[in-house]
């Protein structure tokens, strides 16, 4: 696979997650700790039988211990603090800490062997995240920062550096398989399960729709959406994948603004001037270190 296809193929991940507010909020009343199992669970399992009907169950058992513990780690880290964020802070502010994330991954893939961070990265980076920011501003600038939501924003900082750092790291560890997500999907189903039987009440979807949505959850944003963006980041081009992952919080507004659950506003058109223009600042960094 070219890096460019890579990169293509690691972006499909940006595109999955961009339903991923549109389906949860769907999924209700389904709590996030029992959301979480179900779609890592369906994740990993459709992992599990792409893996024997490609017989790569052997490519798994050579697979070091360390490396599973580290995808576990990440996948059930970041959305263990994420939830954890927005149940401590407002959830406008946490998530806009919160997506610092592709910034950081950004800034830490100068640290790669064979890696050159441009000040064109930085910049795409930067304008990115401004557009992201412009999508949750209105609600900031209404309730601002309040000291008594400190320890959420610090949760949705390390959830930002838990993500990135994730996603720089899985860059070194290229020659381990793809396959081994669906054992990261499954540790975390696990791990969810666990703390969910420990802290929330058991209640399942109520009606057609929201079973749907917990099933397209677990295929598609919590599923194959890990697969796509391992690919991505171990073979593609990291830091405009990066930028481009700002793509992600407008993208979503969109779908929620389709299904009629979020308005449009003019500062949406702002917000994605910013962020395509981002990409392209990006975009063209990436090109000039090429040359």
């Not at 399992?45 to 792409?50: F, N, T």
């Not at 490609?54 to 576990?72: M, S």
């Not at 790291?169 to 399960?193: D, E, Q, Y």
Request: proline fraction near 6%.
């Amino acid at each position: 696979m070219t890096r460019s296809a890579a990169t293509a193929t690691g972006f499909a991940a940006v595109l999955l997650w961009a339903l991923l507010a549109v389906l949860t909020v769907a999924s209700a009343p389904v709590p996030p700790l029992q959301l979480n199992a179900i779609c890592f669970a369906i994740g990993g399992g459709v992992g599990v039988i792409w893996v024997l009907l490609t017989g790569g169950l052997a490519q798994l058992a050579r697979v070091p211990l360390p490396v599973y513990a580290f995808g576990i780690a990440g996948l059930f880290g970041y959305h263990a603090l994420y939830f954890a964020a927005l149940r401590m802070a407002p959830p406008a502010q946490a998530g806009l800490i919160a997506y610092l994330w592709p910034l950081l991954i950004v800034l830490f893939s100068g640290l790669l062997p064979g890696e050159r961070l441009r000040a064109g990265h930085i910049l795409g980076a930067l304008t990115g995240f401004a557009g992201a920011a412009l999508i949750v501003l209105g609600p900031v600038l209404r309730t601002g920062f309040g000291g008594a939501a400190l320890p959420g924003y610090g949760l949705a900082f390390l959830c930002a550096l838990t993500w990135s750092s994730y996603s720089v790291i899985s860059r070194r560890l290229g020659r381990v398989p793809t396959a081994a997500v669906a054992v990261f999907c499954l540790g975390t189903a696990a791990l969810s399960a666990l703390l969910h039987v420990a802290v929330e009440p058991t209640v399942w979807p109520t009606t057609s729709a929201g079973w749907f949505a917990v099933i397209a959850l677990g295929l598609g944003p919590v599923g194959l959406a890990f697969y796509v963006w391992d690919i991505g980041v171990k073979k593609g081009d990291i830091q405009l994948l990066g930028v481009a992952s700002y793509a992600a919080p407008l993208l979503s507004t969109l779908v929620l603004i389709g299904a009629g659950i979020a308005p449009a506003t003019p500062r949406l058109l702002v917000a994605a001037a910013l962020i395509t223009g981002g990409a392209a600042v990006a975009a063209r960094a990436t090109g000039r270190t090429r040359a």
